[in-house]
Nanobody
Framework: QVQLVESGGGLVQPGGSLRLSCAAS????????MGWYRQAPGKQRELVAS??????DYADSVKGRFTISRDNAKNTVYLQMNSLKPEDTAVYYC???????????WGQGTQVAVSS
């Protein structure tokens, strides 16, 4: 089955930007929806952004600051994060839901820390 690997996390100052990448080991067209989740210490994992077909959806907390996009030719999904805030600090996970059986694929996560 297609696996997902995230990259691009790191430490950034408030107001800064990062771009996360989620590379699939095969075609991302095998997933009918792809999304980015995050989990902060002591909190539940939450959906940040998702894309299916030509539509995108965002959590209220990131609207206007984050942008999800996909490059089918590169089998990669991106999360552009601008105007980062300390409350964006979390481990970010890529997720895909498979057409074949509705099961989910998860990446291993990438740490994002926003601090001065």
């Amino acid at each position: 089955q297609v696996q997902l690997v995230e990259s691009g996390g790191g430490l950034v100052q408030p107001g800064g930007s990062l771009r996360l990448s989620c590379a699939a080991s095969g075609s991302i067209l095998s997933f009918y929806v792809m999304g980015w989740y995050r989990q902060a210490p002591g909190k539940q994992r939450e959906l940040v952004a998702s894309t299916t077909g030509g539509s995108t959806d965002y959590a209220d907390s990131v609207k206007g600051r984050f942008t999800i996009s996909r490059d089918n030719a590169k089998n990669t999904v991106y999360l552009q994060m601008n105007s980062l805030k300390p409350e964006d600090t979390a481990v970010y996970y890529c997720n895909g839901v498979r057409w074949s059986d509705g099961s989910s694929a998860w990446g291993q996560g990438t740490q994002v820390a926003v601090s001065s």
